[in-house]
């Protein structure tokens, strides 16, 4: 009974203790929920982080701190508190926080996306914006995407029959958005079959591992490092091969091909190793495959959910281009509508909702509020694209918001930030955009779309940094273009 009594007092003055210490810390930093002593606020988070962290900023604000364990997190959660993160203070949350899918997945972040701020980064970024992503490099891309839609367009018309066959977009959006990025990054497809390995490492990057909230049982291991290491280790070989190939292909004097051929040049001259090769290949893979394929999932998802605006994009489309010939990239800059609904899908779903986490390289302040060096930073995108303060009835898909809108995406106006804004900005953003904009228009324009099943699924799934459709999008496609504009 004593030892009962005991464990009482010494748990209540444990608990009196936190909440004391917790005010005390808290007068000068930004507001957040009661703590729960060890777990912080991990216990808010639910299945879908981003609308938790939505939900929550409502009642305490649009910047909040939280404490996932011993990580404390700064979410901001309004256009002002984005633009002094991204913007204002840019270099001070330029960085990324150390962890475990850096380590173990992307060779200790030997990669962009996950590497700390500082010259590597800034040597691959260079690298990276001047080799992939410039005007004259994504025109010389186009002749990829038009080969990987068109095999896209020619599998529907040759598995759908006619429409009484059920299709899975969401495994063709990702093989052919994987094929885009490999073709141009390295040459030729990725292997077949590595879209499920590539969907285990994106759900991975999501998972909870011990030691990043709790740095002080980093030791433990955990079965989900376990399976990174095992999803690594299985990438890695498809990696080494295309950098073998590229290798004995060319002597290093001859190479002027593609990025890995520039990657390997960079370690010829000993400025970076084998595993940073490796580490960036694997970074266009994983960030530029899924992203585009979400959004073209959920763009061809919510037209078909508002029949007047599928009518409307197709009748666009049909005016300018006509039913004998198929949409080519060139068309593009004609229709109007088809880009408002991008916008708007991107606003309504944006594949990385939080973005990728940042972190505080320095103490600064923001909106009055002191944010300790060291911190998590999580920018809550979706939540600023849902606010009914800057959006009107901002949970309806309204493409023609867009019609008279000077907002746009690219990262200046911090009320619409899909792609982040600043340093990190995503280098693949016209890629990106080309991609989800030609292939929806040639899916729009080719096909009359029927769900498979009595109603669409609109429900959100969360997998790592990544939300996507809940329920694949499974469909019915019925040619609707002049025979011969298939061949
Ligand atoms: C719909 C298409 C895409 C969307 C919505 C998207 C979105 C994003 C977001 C939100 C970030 C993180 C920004 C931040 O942390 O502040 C990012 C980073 C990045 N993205 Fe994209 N992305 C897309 C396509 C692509 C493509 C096609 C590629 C390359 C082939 C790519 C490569 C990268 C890389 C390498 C980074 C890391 C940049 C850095 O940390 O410096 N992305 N992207």
Redesign the pocket.
């Known amino acids: 009974m004593a030892s009962i009594v005991a464990l009482f007092l010494l748990t209540l003055s444990f608990g009196l203790l936190w909440r004391i210490l917790t005010k005390i810390v808290d007068r000068s930093l930004p507001p957040g929920p009661p703590r729960v002593p060890l777990l912080g606020h991990l216990h808010l988070l639910g299945v879908l982080p981003h609308k938790s962290l939505s939900d929550l900023s409502r009642r305490y604000g649009p910047v909040m701190l939280l404490w996932f364990g011993f990580a404390p997190t700064l979410v901001v959660s309004s256009p002002d508190a984005a633009r002094e993160v ?1 913007c204002t203070q840019d270099l001070a949350f330029a960085s ?1 926080p150390k962890i475990s899918i850096a380590k173990y997945m992307f060779y200790n972040g030997k ?3 996950w590497t700390s701020y500082g010259p590597y ?1 800034k040597l691959m ?1 260079k690298v ?1 914006t001047v080799e ?1 992503f410039t005007a004259k490099r994504l025109e010389e891309s186009r002749m990829v995407r038009h080969t990987q839609v068109s095999k896209l367009i020619d599998f529907i018309v040759n598995n759908g029959q006619n429409g009484k066959a059920s299709i899975n977009m969401k495994v063709l959006l990702s093989i052919l958005n994987l094929n885009v ?1 490999s073709s ?2 390295f040459g030729r497809e990725f292997h077949a079959g590595s879209v499920e390995l590539i969907e285990e490492v994106m759900r991975l990057m999501g998972s909870f591992v011990l030691g990043d909230c709790f740095p002080f049982l980093s030791w433990l291991g955990s079965p989900v490092i376990r399976k990174m290491i095992s999803a690594h280790t299985k990438l890695d070989q498809l990696l080494q091969e295309i950098v073998d190939e590229h290798k004995s292909k060319f002597k290093s004097s001859e190479r002027a091909g593609d990025f890995v051929d520039v990657l390997l040049s960079l370690e010829d001259q000993g400025e970076i190793d084998v595993q940073c090769v490796k580490a960036m290949i694997m ?2 893979i994983l ?2 495959t899924e ?2 394929a979400i ?1 073209t999932e959920w763009a061809l998802s919510e037209l078909m959910n508002s029949p007047t605006c599928m009518i409307k994009a197709q009748k666009e489309i049909d005016t300018i281009v006509g039913r004998e010939r198929m949409v080519v990239e060139a068309d593009l800059c004609k229709l109007s509508y088809i880009h408002n609904v991008v916008n708007e899908v ?1 606003r309504l779903h ?3 909702p939080l ?2 986490p ?1 972190h505080s390289t320095q103490d600064c302040l923001v909106n009055g509020y002191k944010i300790p060096k060291n911190s998590r930073v999580l ?1 809550n ?1 979706w939540s600023i694209a849902r606010d009914p303060s800057l959006w009107e009835s901002p949970n309806l898909f309204k493409p023609d918001r867009f019609a008279e809108s000077s907002i746009s995406f690219k990262g200046k106006n911090f009320e619409l930030l ?12 016209s ?3 080309a ?2 904009s030609y292939t929806l228009a040639r899916l729009v324009h080719g096909f009359e779309w029927k769900v498979s099943g009595k109603e669409l699924s609109m429900d959100e799934i969360s997998e790592g940094v990544a939300v996507r459709r809940k329920v694949p999008l499974e469909v019915f496609a019925t040619p609707r273009l002049a025979s011969h504009a298939y061949l």
């Open positions: 991204l990324r990669d962009l996306a980064w970024r990276t992939l990025v141009i990054t970074d266009m960030a530029g992203t585009s959004t991107f944006p594949p990385a973005l990728l940042h920018v995108v899909p792609f982040g804004s600043g340093r990190r900005i995503c280098p693949g953003l890629l990106g955009v991609m989800v």
